[in-house]
């Protein structure tokens, strides 16, 4: 389990350090930072498959994505005022868990007036330590520049080749032979599942029949419901999966079948002389069953991380996806983002249940994303590495 997420220089995530529990609820008024907060998580998971400096470059590279106000925070309200930086450039991202932590420093890049890629970040730094806070006795794997070195006994290795300034060392150097522990941390990260605004709309991909496979996982566009929903009938709960519907909808009944390979929901309701097609049902409706699916899943990763789930959702829908969240945070570690007051109500916020459950709330303080009530020694110890 995480137990501590800390971001550096991300848009307005100037400095934030959080704690983080087996349930968290991440809660703000609009535009303090939940958002950006959703976004670093992901681009943290990305590092896991190589992929952290095209995200960011997607984004309009370093200049768009780091922290616009000054290098450090005043002492007073005045407005922000530049200077001469002192620091080098750097966004940060990292994580601290029961067994591992991990940490990536991106930087400016040298000069590349000519070449097309000249907004593209930099790793200058990753580390890889055991237990929850980095000391020099408790690192693992260290990549400083180019250069990765790991622990081999009570001295240490290095990799026999150089590493790509864009290439992290979770991607290239993670052998399962030379360093188990990188590798092992690897994996854990790639099981991390995110799910952010599944489309119901009227071309959803879900609304359609589809041919289907055993699928433990919910697709992120959603579109492999049906086959999602009959794995979990299959080799999943599939109790679990009818009490959530009977909640949401009483007397209702959710079937899958079968025509020439193609597997389609249908919804069967109290009243109605035939089942409706996925076709028919509401947006409401689909996306709760979307959310059903993603978490009654038969095989729960090591992170679920939900982004405003109770976007399209009916007042009335809101208890029962909070039991779905809270029965999935049993079985995983999970991050909720959500400006719903009653979802952060039904998830028990502000009165956690023996200390699995927290709510953060985000504000907005001169441009920076803080925690509310959150003063310097209730952060969670922290260091970065070196450079």
């Not at 959710?254 to 309701?269: F, M, P, R």
């Not at 959500?338 to 927290?358: F, I």
């Amino acid at each position: 389990m995480l137990t501590t997420l800390a971001v550096e220089n991300y848009r307005s995530l100037r400095q934030l350090v959080l704690p983080l529990t087996q349930l968290n609820i991440v809660t703000g008024a609009n535009g303090t930072g939940k958002s950006s907060l959703y976004r670093a998580l992901r681009l943290l998971a990305t590092a896991s498959r190589n992929g952290a400096v095209a995200a960011v470059a997607r984004d309009g590279g370093l200049p768009a994505t780091l922290w616009a106000g000054p290098e450090k925070a005043g002492l007073t309200r005045r407005p922000a005022q530049g200077g001469a930086r002192v620091k080098p450039v750097a966004l940060r991202l990292g994580f601290a868990g029961d067994t591992f932590g991990y940490a990536m420093d991106l930087g400016v890049p040298p000069s590349r007036p000519h070449s097309a890629f000249h907004l593209d970040p930099e790793i200058k730094g990753e580390a890889v330590w055991a237990g929850p806070l980095l000391r020099r006795s408790a690192l693992l794997v260290e990549r400083v520049g180019t250069a990765v070195k790991f622990r081999d006994g009570n001295g240490w290795s290095c990799v026999p080749y150089q590493l790509g300034p864009f290439d992290s060392m979770l991607g290239t150097a993670a052998d399962p032979q030379q360093a188990p522990e990188l590798f092992q941390l690897r994996e854990r990260m790639r099981s991390w599942r995110f799910y952010d605004h599944l489309r119901t709309d009227e071309g959803a991909p879900a609304r359609a029949a589809r041919i289907g496979t055993l699928t433990p996982v919910l697709g992120h566009d959603g579109g492999d419901l049906a086959a999602a929903l009959q794995t979990i009938r299959e080799i999943g709960d599939g109790d679990a999966l009818d009490e959530a519907v009977d909640r949401a909808f009483p007397g209702s009944r959710v079937e899958i079948t079968a025509h020439g390979g193609l597997l389609e929901l249908t919804l069967t309701q109290p009243g109605l002389l035939r089942p409706l097609g996925a076709a028919e049902v509401s947006d409401g409706t689909l996306r709760y069953l979307l959310w059903a699916a993603a978490l009654l899943t038969p095989r729960p990763p090591e992170l679920l991380v939900l982004n405003e789930p109770e976007t399209s959702l009916h007042p009335d829908l809101i208890g029962p996806l909070a039991e779905l969240i809270i029965d999935a945070s049993t079985r995983t570690q999970v991050i909720t983002v959500t400006h719903s007051v009653q979802l952060v109500g039904q998830l028990g916020a502000g009165e956690p249940q023996d200390g699995k459950a927290q709510t953060i709330e985000l504000i907005k303080d001169m441009g920076e994303t803080r925690v509310a009530d959150q003063g310097i020694l209730d952060e969670p110890a922290w260091h970065w590495p070196q450079r």
